[in-house]
Nanobody, 125 residues
Framework: VQLQASGGGLVQAGGSLRLSCAASRRIFSNNDMGWFRQAPGKEREFVGAITWNGGSTFYADSVKGRFTISRDNAKNTVYLQMNSLKPEDTAVYYC???????????????????WGQGTQVTVSS
């Protein structure tokens, strides 16, 4: 397994969750990492991304100010801290490893070569 996401669950609106994604070193240490989500009946959408060295982060407008991406390169793990969760945040969340390392096209799914299996996040109203 090259990418393993965890940390999803059921939370009330206004609550918090932290997702983790453990990766194989060869697809992590020099790669930008991204988070996407997909709700039932909807297309996969970009949530956020972080450059290989953690120097830059990028967020979808819908989560800006509520979600924070970070990474620990010593542990080959990327995190998604989600605060002030809303019912519309309900989705399967995926982590992905980019083919780039410079923050290029981070919101485009085609930029990512490897994907985790997804973890379900459900926010109740």
């Amino acid at each position: 397994v090259q990418l393993q996401a965890s940390g999803g669950g059921l939370v009330q609106a206004g609550g918090s969750l932290r997702l983790s994604c453990a990766a194989s070193r060869r697809i992590f240490s020099n790669n930008d990492m991204g988070w996407f989500r997909q709700a039932p009946g909807k297309e996969r959408e970009f949530v956020g991304a972080i450059t290989w060295n953690g120097g830059s982060t990028f967020y979808a407008d819908s989560v800006k100010g509520r979600f924070t991406i970070s990474r620990d390169n010593a542990k080959n793990t990327v995190y998604l801290q989600m605060n002030s969760l809303k019912p519309e945040d309900t989705a399967v969340y995926y982590c992905a490893s980019s083919i780039t390392s410079g923050g290029l096209r981070v919101s485009t799914p085609q930029t990512y070569r490897y994907w985790g299996q997804g973890t379900q996040v459900t926010v109740s109203s």
